[in-house]
């Protein structure tokens, strides 16, 4: 049986509310299954997912860059829903 072919690719996302507010920043070889993912409800998914308006996304050539991209976008941007931005604004 042949099987398609699937490239990995490793992408920054970004998922924003209507207002245009960020709400979560992530990085995920495979993009469709990672946003499946936080669709789910609780516990397996995230609360605040319902409130995702549209999402923008960069590819990048390395999973190494990719991380150290979203690493500094939670640092400089300050997601909402991203853990680490969380506790840097004391919610």
Known sequence: MDRPLVLYVPYLYRLYADDDRLLYVGVSGNLVERLRKHSH??????????????????????????????????RVERPLYNIRSAVARGA
């Open 41 to 74: 409800r609780p516990p397996h998914g995230k609360a605040w997912y319902g409130q995702v308006a549209y999402c923008t996304v960069e590819a990048f050539p390395s999973m190494g860059l990719a991380l150290n991209a979203e690493r500094e976008a939670i």
